[in-house]
């Protein structure tokens, strides 16, 4: 089947009816899924650009020797903001935080996904699958 | 473990990070070999390069999902078993000593240099889809811009690829790498995927793998910040410069000199694994 590339995925011009609705709430889906991997990979870099930077004027060295010993990422998270909350804002709250948003990113590129097979495609079958993987990613990331 | 600087470790990975790119893989298969040779133990190594690989895999995927290449309900459908594998291969490597490790490096590394070598990119298989792919709804079109038309595809045997993807899985947790190339295979020989969609689809699925693989790592206190701020950084700087690059060469050669870079990694790395002494 030959269509305009110009059209686009969203608009085939011979698709059906039901085509036509699925695919153009797809090129929408796109979108965002691409845009959330984008933004948080760019967030998370000017995090650790940041924090590279505060280490610099402070210390006029690069480098961070500390450990994360035995954490998961909430709990990094958590400690961080906890330090943060109490006036310790120090270079490596940025690194921490740049470590936990890339990790964060794809899982939040899941968990959008979730909502758009549950509510706007209603599509069960695929509403279990992402389930499962978003599950099991938790799970991970609250391992021990 | 020796203290690498921030100075050094840097440049080499926007090195790594180029090379990687520049060869069609990610900056895994580069900077691990150079960080063990830098003195950071491998499992160190490993983890440290699977967090940059969700920097990288994500970074590119952004753009091939929003360009309506890739197949979400496909990755979708594969993440459930490269996860789980990804979560059993990073337990091992915590459980193994590392000269089986250099020598597995190895020996992925040969063969996906092989499969980049001689892997053809034949157009995908037009027959009979099965009722089980068909259950999955494994099918959808994407405008490709070179015929100047829209390819519409439908994929088979699922069931058969997603054991496989569970062992690519275990390859990308074991050893910290985005295991592109076998994912890739898999797609294109057994799940008769078209190339680009084939290629941009396990972009997508190496990203959630990869953050499985670290998640094991980070609770394991592997993943060490000092050592990640420059490779993240770098391997980021490095790849979207190659993959940059890479779009606009036509030239064959410079891409068998970086994967000839590649074979000797690889060679150097069981070289190293059977000798022992690491």
Do not use: C
């Amino acid at each position: 089947m030959t269509d305009d590339p110009k059209i686009g995925a969203g608009k085939h011009a011979g698709a059906t009816a039901g085509d036509l609705g699925e695919t153009k709430r797809e090129f929408d889906m796109d979108a965002v899924v691409g845009y959330i991997l984008l933004i948080g990979v760019l967030i998370s870099l000017v995090l650790v650009v940041s924090a590279l930077i505060w280490r610099w004027i402070d210390t006029r060295a690069l480098s961070f020797d500390y450990k994360l010993t035995g954490m998961n990422l909430f709990q990094l998270v958590l400690d961080e903001v906890r330090l943060a909350a109490h006036g310790m804002l120090r270079p490596r709250l940025l690194l921490s935080l740049g470590i936990a948003m890339l990790m964060l990113t794809p899982y939040i590129r899941v968990l959008a996904s979730m909502v758009y097979f549950m509510a706007a495609l209603k599509n069960w079958k695929y509403s279990v699958f992402t389930a499962i993987v978003l599950l099991t990613l938790t799970y991970s990331l609250f391992l021990r | 473990m020796p203290h690498v600087s921030f100075e050094l470790l840097f440049p080499v990975s926007i090195v790594a990070g180029f090379v990687g790119a520049m060869a069609g893989m990610g900056g895994g298969v580069v900077i691990i070999p150079v960080l063990t040779l830098l003195g950071v133990d491998i499992k160190h190594a490993i983890a440290i390069s699977i967090l940059s690989v969700i920097a990288t895999s994500s970074g590119s995927a952004s753009a091939y999902i929003r360009d309506h290449i890739t197949n979400l309900k496909v990755g979708m459908f594969l993440e459930m078993f490269t996860i789980a594998g990804a979560l059993t291969g990073a337990r091992i490597t915590l459980a193994v000593s590392p000269r089986p490790l250099y020598i597995i490096f190895g020996l992925v590394l040969l063969a996906s240099w092989l499969a980049l070598l001689f892997g053809s990119h034949k157009l995908a298989h037009t027959g009979p889809q099965d009722k089980f792919t068909h259950w999955l709804e494994l099918e959808g079109s994407y405008p490709d811009r070179v015929l100047g038309q829209t390819v519409h595809y439908k994929a088979r045997r699922a069931y058969f690829g997603a054991p496989l993807m569970y062992l690519a899985g275990i390859i990308a947790g074991l050893l910290g790498i985005g295991a592109g190339a076998v994912k890739v295979l898999i797609h294109d020989l057994i799940m008769g995927l078209p190339p680009k969609v084939s290629t941009t689809t396990s972009n997508m699925i190496i990203g959630v793998t990869a953050l499985a693989g670290a998640s094991v790592y980070l609770v394991a206190g592997l993943i060490d910040p000092g050592l990640a701020a420059p490779v993240i950084l770098g391997i980021a700087i490095g790849a979207f410069a190659g993959t940059r690059l890479l779009v606009r060469m036509s030239n064959q050669a410079v891409r068998r000199f970086f994967l000839f870079i590649l074979l000797i990694l690889a060679v150097e790395m069981m070289v190293r694994g059977i000798r022992g002494g690491l």
